[in-house]
């Protein structure tokens, strides 16, 4: 069974007015091919222009982006509130 059929089975409760991660404008770079490569989401993205495309609401909440950038890149790295966020189901 390949990762995204593993991802697949959890769940997502997306708190859509308030995001938990914020990334910097005008992010650098070579900082954020760090964050493209790195997040096991696959969550940042470039669109064909080259700007960052971000969406906070796949997140695992595993905290790399926050450990390789938290303070070059991350405006804003907090876990979601309450009971959203991921949901991990095992199986
Ligand atoms: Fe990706 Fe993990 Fe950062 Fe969430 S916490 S955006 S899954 S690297």
Known sequence: VNVDVKL????????????????????????????????????YKLTDE???????????????CRVLCGNTLLEKWEYPQGTLGVEYRYG
């Open 50 to 64: 080259g700007t960052l495309q971000f969406d906070y609401a796949g997140c695992l909440e595993c905290g790399t």
């Open 8 to 43: 697949g089975v959890n769940k997502f409760r997306v708190d859509e007015e308030n995001p938990h991660i914020v990334v910097v404008k005008n992010p650098d770079m070579s900082e954020l091919k760090k964050l493209i490569n790195a997040c096991p989401a696959g969550l």
